[in-house]
């Protein structure tokens, strides 16, 4: 098994409380303390000024071409597509040191990492090999010299093993490898057959692979006594651990049958772990303490101030005693920087945010510094940096990603459902970060609980964990955890067959119907060499032109045969394949291309082509099964192409650069691209960015940039190259997208403006777009904008629009200023005009620019609440003016008591009847009022005025029995004194007659009943 020293053993190892004992054996005497450094160095020297290899640099942890793994997790990744026999070997002889990451799929560690002294998430992988040059026993006599001569390792210390032949794979043992050990004096019981899982790798299902040999190292002060030891190797103990494998590259294996055969050219692959290395050689039975490790422990100490790190691997007591905490950290705190140091976002990729999380967690919960990895990653950097540069190149970007991503997490921790605090509370083994990161995981433990409890659930099969999978979001190493602590045994292998069933089951992807349809027509059609039909040539796509005076791209037309036509009696397209096509069709976020297609015999025969797709290499024209029945198999047709809707996908498309590359130089802060859209009305560009808020001042710097670009006209360039002949330190990529090495598209604009990979359709020069402007800005989420722009004349006239919309702001201000006195309903009438178009334009496709847009609006806001000011205070005056004029018209003298209908109420937003009734301490009141179809009144009578008929309450209950309402006194206060109605919504046309009838009772009851 390929690199196989990281397997994790069959049950965490614990050494207990004496894991920090020294090592027994001569080895004390005979070896000097080496650094983590000089081993990695003396490494790569040793293969090169002794052996005549070529020094590799590491490889980004960031796969480039391969979509079959989420890190590059061994060092052959970056040799992958040698082997395979797609790409040239670098050299003859090469070696390096590889940052490695494995937190998923066939070596995932994750749930191991912390329990035990030596697997980590993050590791280095030091490696030598041989393309086509030397093979096993030049591999084996260097591997053995190195150990055993440079870095002064006891031979009787070491054990290897080799492949002991495969029945069923047709294949013997490998004697040739086994006698090439013997040869260098290995004792026979040293030397250890294996059968294929343990002894033979392979890339995957198919392609090269070959038998290996690996080198285990015994660390026990037993190592002399070979009898008790040798029957470990391979056992998973934690003393007697592979550190060094070694593949002979020399089979094929055949994707149709399965059968192995030889490969003309043999290869060697191998991998030394750096890690285990070291703690051998510096006298430690762990890797955690070493140098690695040591200082990172040190420094979490020092921020923490917890007890220091003391080597325990006891995990009885608790999910995270202190020192499993301190080996989680640092070693999650090493991958977090390779991965952020190479360009990986936590937001393009759920594993490593994942572990980003877990660490936060711990960081606060067990060392109680939220901020701790921020203060660690400079550590890292320190042991590190030297060996891979960018890790001191992107410092502070990478502390700039944490800082984020812990402002993020500390949001979602604060923003917990009860359910999930509830479930922190009832299961301590899960943290924080698991439950922030799986919203469904409470639902799921209801489910599970409910299972076991009414049908005695003992096992997760396949449909359950389907279940888990599918409605709660799980994923693998949660359902893992859950099972371990549920006592619940977890059929994964029945999940991928219950999963594979159910996939072919409802197998009615477009890809499937399209092929079966193909065969069908191709079946069907006499006239159809099967010889003759080849993959759309779809090259033509790229033949255009600007017309200056049109502003357009001209496209030439094409004629072509059409090779197939795919019909289906439920489809009401029929999709035409032809041998040439110089349609785009969907890809790189650009929408397709319109047009139409004709008989060439009869131009006159326009066919409209609805839609453009791409299956298997053919490239496929969509069409009206109505309006192609004259088109047959053989024809020959004229394609022409859409200018507008071309144009304005190449405009937009290039602004699209443009805006990606604005970004990044205005922010200055790290970000990535997670989507793009192009089309041909607009672009959208959805970008995450850590630490930067984005307003109209930042917007408006990107948009100027972009307009100084297009006003110096600066080149756009599309070349075609290789990716061993690019430094892509200087071209913007997505992390975790997929590219080829070969065959790579990488536009670049300008001497530096702008450079990216990229399919899609562009402009020769800057100028062409002639203008552009970002029309919206919205945030989804933490951290994530959407842009949305136009470029082309539309982007023209929504900055035209914008000058005339901020000159209308601009003198409604000066004309409020002026004459608000006099024309308040005019100035509020142009101001809800001016607010409606700024708020719902875009709706109606009024494009406006999004920084004057959002000026405008604070401008607008700004008047609006100064004209309410001031209607307010006028009102406000209105009301003063209504009360003083009732205490001249009604004197004390000839007016024992006053009931009133406010009739300022009428048109103000609100009224404190209370303001009313103090005009009036000198005799009883009564007043009603009436706001937004809300009635309300209120009755005060001096204590001098109340009797035993006549008081606040008893007076106002006559109103409210007519708007059939209740009384009740403000709290504290006496209703014999003051009282008020409860509010009741009364219809306007009722109003009127209710209040006569009101003010009426109101006055007859007092006139009865003062005294």
Known sequence: MFYSFLRAPKRFSTLGQNARRSYGGSRHQQQPHWSAAEIRHRFVDYFVRENGHTFVRSSSVVPFSDPTIAFVNAGMNQFKNVFLGTNEAPCRRAVNSQKCVRVGGKHNDVSIVGTDGYHHTFFEMLGNWSFGDYFKREACEMAWRLLTEVYGIDKRRLYVSYFAGDEAMGLPADLECRDVWAGLGIPPERIIPFGAQENFWEMGNSGPCGPCTEIHIDHSDKFIDTANRKHLVNAGVPDLTEVWNIVFIQYNRNADNGQISDLPQRHVDTGLGLERLVAHLQQKNSNYDTDLFIPIFDRIQKVSKKDGYRGIYDTSDSRYPLDTAYRVVADHTRMITACLSDGMFPSQNHKLRRLLRRSLSLSDRIFSSPTLLQELVPVVVEILGDTYPEMHKNLQKTQQIIKHEEQCYKQLCSNLSSESRTLLKEYSYFDAAEVTDHPGLPYALKEIKRLKANQGLRLMD?????????????????????????????????????????????????????????????????????????????????????NEDKHLYEIPKLKTKITSIVTSETDPLCHVITEKSNFYFESGGQQSDRGSMSLATDPSTQIQVKAVGEHLGFVIHSVDRATAQSLAVGDEVILSIDPHVRSSNIVHHTATHLLNAAARNVLAVPMCQRSSFVGNKALKLELAVCGAKIGPEEVDAMEQQIRQNIRQNESVRVRVCNAADLEFDKITMIPGEVYPEKGLRLVEIGQSTSSEFCCGTHAQWTGELQDFCITNVSQNKSGCYTFLAIAGQPAVKAHQLGIQIQNDVNQLKHDMDQKLDNDTAGIDARMQRLKNVLLVGSENNINLPYAVRQRCLEVINDLCRQLKDHTRESLRELFEMEMKNLQQVYPLASTPFIVHFLESSLILEEIQLSKATRYFKDRPILIISITDDQVKARATVPATCINERFDAQKWLKTVGAVFKSGTAPPKGQNPMAVCNMKSRKVKALQFETLLERALKEASEFARLNMQ
Not at 488 to 512: H, P, T
């Open 462 to 546: 396949g449909e359950v964990i389907h279940k888990m999978y599918d409605t709660y979001g799980l994923d693998e190493e949660l359902l893992i955890k859950i099972a371990e602590f549920e006592q619940l045994d977890l059929d994964l292998q029945g999940y991928n067959v219950f999963s594979k069933r159910m996939k072919e089951g409802a197998k009615i992807e477009l890809a499937a119907r399209l092929q079966a349809s193909l065969d069908a027509s191709q079946g069907l059609t006499r006239d159809l060499d099967r010889s003759q039909v080849r993959l759309t040539r779809n090259e033509f796509k790229y033949n255009y032109a600007y």
